[in-house]
């Protein structure tokens, strides 16, 4: 199966996220001087008016309708004028226009935001008292103050997705490397196998029915194997299976290479509705119980395998406990390559919970000191 990520897919996420980014910081420098060009040309516009109500004859009234109309008609946040007596004189972008709900209001803008006093200086070099201006913030405020903070969160979650993809894409690339090395090595082994099968079609009348059917097992054995390594990768072939029968063919072909110091329990419960690939499960547990073998080495040991039958959550567990050193790192164990055997590829744990992944299980350590080392294969009951 080749990877669902891909180097150019990758550079595409990156490429399209600098491009989203640019585009977002320029739509907003654009925002921010359009709003000081706008800003400029109201107080220009608010000056010459200024400089025009100088010549009339009621100069308050005049400036305030200056203010009016030059500034409160063009401001987007909420605002109220009140005259030098306090009463209400203009206001806008208000909920209400009632006068009780602007003299609620008024208290609510004065405890946020001290008023601004309105004077005038008049040629005559008096200062003219005109009001007070009590403003807010406009709603575009909580999103120009929390924009930077907004925009620091979407560069980290896009860096963070991106390192994602990239390592999402070395581990697929890794375990394709793996897959197609297990192929391969299916390919090269199904010759010799059919040479085996032939040679002994050709010794079948020189040598007696035990050593031909012995002879028989073990190649229909390798033929099995070469069978599951040609077939890793691809999507398993479910069916209704007796795990059961399963698990228990599986130790019995494991006891009958195991040294007599090696005990062997075994308390398996039938379950119904168990849709799984016979072939490929009977792998991961030949290739967990080897790993039992290894770890507890040519010493007296125990094997045990036992389960159990979770119906509230549908789902069956097949403990395999053994009495070996035990997993020092059990952190690395499913990485591709990882292995502390000298004769080991670091690929069977890797296959062996991809496999149960692909029955949409899980296959996990349970807990692992020397002496007692459990691993847990969670499988679902349909």
């Given at each position: ?47 010459a008016a200024y400089v025009k109500s100088l010549s009339a004859e009621n100069t308050e009234k005049e400036l305030l309708n ?169 999507m398993p072939e479910l069916h209704e299976i007796d795990i059961k029968k399963v698990v228990h063919e599986t130790l019995r ?130």
């Open positions: 199966m080749r990877p669902v990520l891909s180097r150019r897919f990758i550079a595409l996420y990156f490429i399209i996220g600098l491009i989203v980014l640019a585009l977002l910081w320029n739509y907003y420098s654009q925002k921010f001087l359009r709003q000081m060009e706008s800003e400029t040309e109201l107080r220009s516009r608010l000056y200056i203010i009016f109309d030059e500034v409160i008609k063009k401001i987007n946040f909420p605002v109220i004028i009140t005259d030098s007596l306090g009463n209400i004189m203009a206001s806008r972008n208000l909920k209400d226009t009632t006068t009780a709900f602007k003299r609620e209001f008024l208290k609510k803008l004065d405890k946020k935001k001290e008023p601004i006093d309105i004077k005038t200086v008049l040629p005559e070099g008096d200062t003219l008292f005109l009001g007070k201006l009590h403003y807010g913030l406009p709603g575009s405020f909580g999103i120009l103050k929390y924009f930077p903070i907004i925009q620091l969160a979407f560069i980290i979650s896009f860096v963070l997705l991106g390192l994602f993809a990239i390592f999402e894409f070395i581990k697929r690339e890794n375990d394709h490397l793996w897959v197609s090395l297990t192929k391969e090595a299916a390919h090269q082994l199904g010759t010799p196998v059919s040479s085996l099968l032939a040679w002994m079609e050709f010794l079948k009348d020189k040598l007696d029915k035990d050593t031909i059917e012995q002879i028989r097992f073990d190649v229909d054995r390798v033929q099995d194997i070469v069978n599951r390594f040609s077939r890793i990768g691809t072909f494991i006891k009958r290479r195991a040294s007599s110091l090696i005990e062997f329990k075994e308390d398996v419960k039938p379950v119904e509705r168990i849709l799984g690939d016979e072939v490929l499960l009977s792998w991961v547990l030949e290739n967990l119980f080897k790993n039992s073998l290894d770890a507890i080495g040519p010493a007296k040991g125990m094997i045990e395998v036992k389960t159990e039958v979770l119906r509230d959550a549908k789902t069956y567990n097949i403990y395999i406990i053994d009495s070996g050193e035990g997993i020092k790192d059990k952190g690395k164990i499913f990485n591709p390559g990882y292995t502390t055997k000298s004769h080991g590829w670091g690929i069977g744990l890797v296959l062996a919970k991809r496999i149960i992944e692909s029955h949409k299980g899980k296959l996990r350590v349970i807990d692992s000191k020397k002496g007692l080392t459990t691993i847990l294969i969670q499988l679902p009951i349909r």
